[in-house]
């Protein structure tokens, strides 16, 4: 005689423990899957993206990443080094002829507008900058990257510093629209300016080589007539093509302050 019911109840606890045992293969191979190489290259990646950023992002939004030749590690973001020197070409408006400017920046003067020019130096944001905004007897600018998306990397705007030193010749300034505007726009003042400092203009740094040799002959042919817009979105290309004798500077870099004769 056949029990049906204890047959039927012994082919579901066998049923169940086909299952059970199945989630539990499943289970051992995820965890198995999950600590293997894939996993790790991907944890790998995250934080070599993490710490590779472009140095704009560092005081931006993680959001504004675009790849570009600025891109650093957050180690090179700030340098120990107060000097910078900078490279200038096609002085007198004359291709090819170049000279060495060394700034020393004064952390003391303006800590905030010291700090954004080293982020800026170390991204090497400055090379082929073109000098746009030149008077005579009054200041030469520039600051407004060669690459229209590496310069929207920089629009985050940075507080101002009291003013502590004057506007003298030699001293280096933030260009700025008002209160709070700093961005990556600096000038040289070619004369004592000393109307400037009531005006909120903190200079970060001063020429200590290089003033008379190389500033002095920064081309002022062309004045005033770039167009900021333009060069805001178009770059280099439009200066190139309208104001091709622009002086610039080639390369900014750091340097120890053995190096500054």
Known sequence: MRVKGK???GARAK???????????VVILIKSFGSGSWHSKAANDEEHNLNKI????????????VASDT???????????????FVFSNLDGESGKEGT?????????????????????AAKFYDECRVFRVIHRFMAQLGINGDPKIQKLWKKEIK?????????????????AGPNTRTTQIFFNKV???YLDGQGFAPFGKVVSGLEEVIDHINEEYVEKPNQGKIQNRGNEYLLKEFPRLSFIKTARFVSSADVK
């Open 15 to 25: 049923h169940f423990f086909l299952l059970f045992a199945l989630a539990f293969v």
């Open 54 to 65: 472009p140095a704009a992002s560092l005081t931006a939004s993680k959001d504004n990443q």
């Open 101 to 121: 400017v060394i700034v020393q920046l004064m952390p003391e003067w303006a800590p905030l507008g010291v700090g954004r020019i080293k982020e800026l130096t």
């Open 160 to 176: 101002d510093d009291p003013v502590k030193t004057s506007n003298a010749r030699g001293t280096v300034t933030f260009a700025m």
């Open 71 to 85: 891109t650093i590690t957050k180690n090179e973001a700030v340098q120990d080094s107060n000097f910078v020197e």
């Open 192 to 194: 004592d300016n000393k």
């Open 7 to 9: 047959r039927s109840d």
